[in-house]
C-alpha cells in the first residue's frame, strides 16, 4: 500500500466516521503529512488508529482525535493558540495553517527538539516551541484565543483557564481518568464566567507535569 493510499484510508475509514466533516480541516491532513512528525522506526504505523509512543510514558495523539480538536477549535488568521503538550509538533503544524500564531510547549527536551526540527522541515514558521512544563501555561504570552491540551489530565487548572482571552477564548481538554475520559470544549464568555462543553469520549495518556485529584479511601 502506498502512503498516499494509507493516508486516504485514514481520512475515510477513521476521521470522517468520527464527525470530522470540516472541508478545512480534512485538506489539511493531506498537506501536513503526519508520518513526517513520527519516529522513524514507528513510520509504517504513522495512520494507525491509535496512540503513538514517543518514550518515557508520552504518546502521539490518535489521528481521529487531533483531527475532532482541530476541528471543534475552529481557528481564524487571527488567532493566536497555545498548545501544551507539543510532543513532535504534529498538531501545532496543523494549528499553524489555521491560526496566526501558535506557542506550544514541551517539557521533554528530546521532544521539543524534535518538534523544533520537524515543524522546521515542513516549513512551518509561525510555531514557537519552547522547552517548559504547562500546567501553568504561559502568562508571559496571554491572553490566547485558544488552548489545547495534547494529552489528557485529571482536571484543568484555574491558571490556564484565566489564560484565555475573555469573551472568545476557549480551550479543548481531555479530562478524567481511565477507562473513560471526556474531551471537554471551555469558553471564557465573561472575566469569570466559563462554559463547559463535552464533545466525546476518549482516552489518551497523561500530560506530565498536572496535579492528580486526590483518591478517596474507603
Given at each position: 500500500?502506498?502512503?498516499e493510499?494509507?493516508?486516504f484510508?485514514?481520512?475515510?475509514q477513521q ?6 466533516l470540516?472541508?478545512g480541516?480534512?485538506e ?6 503526519r508520518?513526517?512528525f513520527?519516529?522513524a ?11 503513538l ?9 490518535a ?7 482541530l ?8 488567532d493566536r493558540?497555545?498548545?501544551i503538550g ?8 496543523l494549528?499553524a495553517?489555521?491560526a496566526?500564531?501558535?506557542?506550544a ?7 521539543a527538539d524534535a518538534a ?5 522541515k515542513a516549513g ?11 500546567a ?30 475573555v469573551?472568545?477564548g476557549?480551550?479543548?481538554?481531555i ?12 469558553t ?7 462554559r ?6 476518549t482516552?489518551a495518556?497523561?500530560l506530565?507535569g498536572?496535579?492528580?485529584l ?5
Open positions: 500500500m502506498t502512503v493510499k494509507a493516508r484510508n485514514m481520512i475515510e476521521i470522517r466516521p468520527w464527525n470530522v470540516n472541508l480541516v480534512l489539511l491532513l493531506t498537506i501536513v503529512h508520518e513526517d513520527v519516529p522506526a514507528l513510520r509504517a504505523q504513522a495512520f494507525v488508529d491509535t496512540e509512543p514517543l518514550g518515557n510514558g508520552r504518546r502521539m495523539l489521528p481521529r482525535v487531533e483531527a475532532r480538536m476541528q471543534e477549535l475552529k481557528l481564524t488568521r487571527q493558540v497555545l498548545e507539543a510532543a513532535t509538533g504534529h498538531l501545532a503544524a494549528m495553517h489555521q496566526e500564531q501558535v506557542f510547549v514541551e517539557p521533554d527536551a528530546g521532544l523544533k526540527a520537524n515543524l522546521r512551518v514558521q509561525n510555531v514557537r516551541v519552547l522547552q517548559q512544563g504547562g501553568s501555561g504561559l502568562a508571559a504570552e496571554a491572553p490566547f484565543d485558544a488552548i489545547v491540551l495534547s494529552g489528557s489530565v485529571a482536571e484543568v487548572p484555574a491558571g490556564l483557564l484565566a489564560q484565555l482571552r469573551g472568545t476557549r480551550l479543548i481538554a479530562v478524567g481518568d481511565d477507562p473513560v475520559m471526556q474531551a471537554q470544549l471551555i471564557r464568555v465573561g472575566p469569570d464566567d466559563y463547559s462543553l463535552t464533545l466525546f469520549e482516552s495518556a497523561r506530565p498536572f496535579a492528580e486526590p483518591s478517596f479511601a474507603f
